[in-house]
């Protein structure tokens, strides 16, 4: 069992419900300020999420995967991505049957811009030193990972 060190919260919290608290209370938080920083942006939620993911050319099927989705609803996405200019589908050099999606300029920027935006919003949200967040974003990762085995099994 763990304690809050917040006044407003004096039981004892067990630390596995303490972390999704945590997690929970940040993934709200964190989409509400982004939704609201970047509501002159005319890319939908899923479609700026797709955008994050992107960060080297990827398949769609692969992409999918990543982010729990059905194929389908990627491939729907990725139509609409292409139409707005942030994305195109390129051969795969390593199996010219297979396509990849990669961002085009105006979506690399999209994304930098994204990216900054969490950044801020991390650093001042939770008091984060740069190695702080570094070890968080190491963690996340490994969560992300495990997750990744026990959904495509």
Known sequence: MIQSHDSTIDTLIEPELGALLGVFALHNFIESLMDDIDSGIDVPHFERKIVVWLDRPKRIGALAREMNVLPSTMTTAADQLESRGLVVRERDPDDRRAWLLKLTQTGAD?????????RTLL???LDLSADELNSFARTSLKIHANIQKHTTC
């Open 110 to 118: 999209l994304r930098s811009a994204l990216v900054v935006m969490a």
């Open 123 to 125: 650093c001042e949200t």
